[in-house]
């Protein structure tokens, strides 16, 4: 439907606002632009309809090449809502809707018609809005109004640059929700600018996540959440929107990086007292270099407890271990067959890094049946 080949747009000399494009929009998809600011999303955009011009490279728009379409005609084929609405103070909301039908010279009564269906479509009763003013609308309203004004001459394409963004939270999500709906009805092909990544994860069909000019991944909302492609894009996402799937799932991902550690020189007294404040029933013993050297349970504890002695002389030295990197499968079927309730996880030079519980675990496991599920 719209296909980017090698599209560049550098508007000083030192620096490329949009470096080498090459991106496909699909028919009837919501194509998100994400990314921080900066990063070239309303560039991109804006050289759709030629509001911007590549410096170099081509844009097809439906098989035709942009650069030899009329720009005025183009512009009047593809609906284009943006952030502060710009719809026209001195002009009547039906007037605001009709303005392109105008100007291709739709006849009255049929430009009347449309705005009156428009207005039904997207929630504002024709008869009490018509002749209103935009100043006389809630921002909501009006940018109702603004993709009313979009979907006018029924273009096949809609370009959208953060429409929703000034908009309260609540409005904001019933107009993402009317989108939805409007686009089952109406089959457009949407490219949707946001800074806002859980709207872009609600919208999209596609989310192409941007960074200086360049996307760097193009995904769908579940495979950006299941497999983003380096840190940035988890970073963007949130690591805690990531689905984490056990099978890709590390140890270090699921472990308490602060486990209850102690000084093998420790006396018993103070492992006691270090267990009831943290409210753990065993201390990991590890020695100056965080090399892990044992473990004491309440259990030696109890049973030591009459002798003053050092943790070294009742600590357990042969621990079931993992290594950073194992698995979660790995760790669990550990578990199982050894019948422990924790497992520390050590580095290569068995230095202590954190520890799985048997709790940590289920919750985890508990996280991804429910995410996968839901
Ligand atoms: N008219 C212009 N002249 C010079 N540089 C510009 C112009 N418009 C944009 N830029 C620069 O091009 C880069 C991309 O800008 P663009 O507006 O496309 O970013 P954006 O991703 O839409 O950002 P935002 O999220 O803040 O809207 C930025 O570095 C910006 O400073
Ligand atoms: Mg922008």
């Not at 508007?11 to 490329?16: F, Q, T, V």
């Not at 844009?59 to 090449?65: A, F, K, N, T, V």
């Not at 603004?146 to 953060?162: F, H, K, N, Q, T």
Request: hydrophobic content about 40%; proline content about 5%; charged content about 25%.
């Amino acid at each position: 439907m719209i296909r980017f080949e090698n599209v560049t747009k550098q508007y000083d000399l030192n620096s490329i606002a949009v470096d080498n494009l090459n991106l496909h929009i699909r028919k009837g998809e919501i194509l998100i632009l994400i990314g921080p600011s900066g990063c070239g999303k309303t560039t991109t955009m804006k050289m759709i309809n030629r509001l911007i011009e590549p410096t170099s490279g081509k844009i097809y728009i439906q098989g035709e090449d942009a650069g030899k379409l009329d720009p005025v005609e183009l512009r009047r084929n593809i609906g284009y809502v943006i952030q502060q609405i710009g719809l026209f103070p001195q002009m009547t909301i039906g007037e605001n809707i009709a303005l392109v039908p105008k100007l291709k010279k739709w006849p009255e009564q049929k430009r009347r018609e449309r705005v009156e269906e428009l207005l039904h479509l997207v929630g504002l009763p024709p008869e009490k809005f018509r002749d209103k003013y935009p100043f006389e609308l809630s921002g909501g309203q009006q940018q109702r109004v603004g993709v009313a004004r979009a979907l006018a001459a029924d273009p096949p394409i809609i370009l959208m640059d953060e429409p929703f963004g000034a908009l309260d939270p609540i409005t904001r999500e019933q107009l993402q929700d009317e989108l939805l709906q409007l686009q089952l009805e109406l089959q457009k092909t949407i490219v949707f600018v946001t800074h806002d990544i859980d709207e872009a994860l609600k919208l999209g069909t596609r989310i192409a996540l941007m960074r200086e000019g360049k996307i760097v991944q193009l995904d769908t909302p579940d495979r950006l959440l299941r497999t983003p492609e380096n840190d940035f894009v988890r970073d963007f996402i949130g690591r805690d929107r990531l689905i984490r799937q056990p099978e890709t799932l590390k140890v270090e991902d699921i472990m308490n990086p602060n486990p209850v550690t102690m000084l093998p020189t420790h006396g018993l007294a103070e492992g006691l007292d270090l267990m009831r404040k943290r409210r753990v029933d065993s201390l990991l013993i590890i020695d100056r270099f965080k090399k892990l050297i044992g473990i004491v349970t309440i259990k030696d504890m109890q049973q030591n407890l009459n002798q003053a002695c050092q943790l070294a002389e009742i600590m357990t030295s042969e621990i079931i271990t993992v290594v950073e990197g194992t698995g979660v499968r790995e760790a669990l079927d550990i578990m199982a067959g050894k019948r422990v309730g924790y497992l520390p996880v050590v580095d290569r030079q068995g230095r202590l890094k954190g520890l799985i519980t048997r709790t940590s675990l289920v919750n985890v496991l508990a996280e991804t049946l429910w995410k996968a599920t839901s």
